[in-house]
DNA sequence: TGAGGTTCTTGTTCCAGTTCAATGAACGCA
DNA sequence: TGCGTTCATTGAACTGGAACAAGAACCTCA
């Protein structure tokens, strides 16, 4: 078991629930590591998402994108984030939106077949899947009301301060995408920062 | 126990799991009916949400307002739906949203210090309330991708065609701030609907 | 029965954010 | 080294929707 590449989500799950060594080698062998090369799909919409991919190294990105061509970013993930479409993964469900990386990426994998058997083996993990799950809904809500009631000044000032890191990292225009505004305007709007 | 009263309820959770009948009974047995006048709050921002509350009779509001007076609408409810604050009630958090009733409310509430004793009395519910929050996880994302992708006017039109009853329902000014419009804006849109 | 609060409408003015177009910078890639 | 492509910036014209203001149509309850 190479132990510098599972250093890193071991500890992240560990913030959660506090794993016996014999259940973190338990969940370990579970894991698929998968490696994602820049600007490839790693879900399209239409698909089943059979996975929960944990982030080792790079850095992905989920996104809905209608028949019309309009497009919004739901996420960006990057070292220590859990990108999936847990509504299809939980329900079997086609999805309704695309993930791709964005950098030559590292994912590890938990594939919906282990899941069940997963759970069993490793009681606590439940809670720490169930804290994700609650952990993004309230993220989305947040994210909705201030989509409905922030300009997007505002809401691109909350965001460079809640991911300080991701503004040098990943194309403005996608972080446009993320506000929900054209790239001409996010551009403006950077301009205008700079008098300030 | 009232049979009439607790009929809904029982067709609902049985739509995703179908429970025996000691079972039903242990159920309904953990149930606190309710009642909430017209324009009563439910849940204040900042107070710890320790319930699921099922709509037996009557419509509920759940929004968003903050330091600003910005305000938007996050779901109503009428019969046969649920509200609550999923991610306090399960977190323990104090909540960020207002929950209150449009109209004289019968609700039948789950208290967060029965839910534990539930799950084990009526192990199906489990399964039923993780859908709930899928459920709630997947509106949220297509309602956060129409707000940031489309057009009012679209969204208005979604809105008819999703919940046609509650058009009539519901004053007008909540559903332009379910929206996210101004009640003028919203009015203007009608206005023009008509004439198409 | 009215009086006063809601709720909805309509018009005008104004602005945040879009669209379109042009230019330049940065980045693979042969 | 050069060349096509993607990406960021800037400007001008436009528009969806907000803000403000005023009137009309209501509940509702003393």
New binding site residues.
């Given amino acids: 078991m190479n132990e510098e590449r599972y250093a890193r989500i071991i500890g992240n799950i560990s913030r959660c629930t506090a794993l016996p060594y014999d259940q973190q080698q338990h969940f370990l062998a579970a894991l698929e590591v998968k490696h994602v090369p820049k600007k490839a799909p790693l879900l399209r919409a239409g698909e089943v998402c059979d996975f929960e991919a944990y982030v080792n190294k790079g850095c992905m990105r989920s996104y809905f994108l209608d028949e019309h061509g309009h497009e919004a970013t739901l996420q960006f993930g990057t070292e220590d984030w859990w990108v999936s479409d847990l509504v299809s993964f939980e329900q079997g469900a086609p999805s309704r939106m695309f993930i791709e990386a964005l950098e030559d990426s590292e994912l590890l994998l938990i594939r919906r077949d282990k899941k069940e058997q997963l759970y069993r083996d490793v009681p606590g993990l439940e809670r720490v899947f169930r804290m994700m799950l609650l952990r993004n809904l309230g993220a989305l809500q947040d994210r909705l009301f201030a989509t409905m009631a922030w300009?997007?000044?505002d809401r691109y000032e909350a965001f460079l301060k809640r991911f300080p890191d991701l503004s040098n990292r990943v194309?403005?225009?996608m972080i446009a995408s993320y506000l929900?505004?054209?790239?001409?305007?996010?551009?403006?709007l950077?301009?205008r920062r700079v008098g300030k």
């Fill in positions: 300009p997007a000044e194309p403005q225009h929900g505004i054209t790239p001409e305007f996010l551009s403006k950077r301009a």
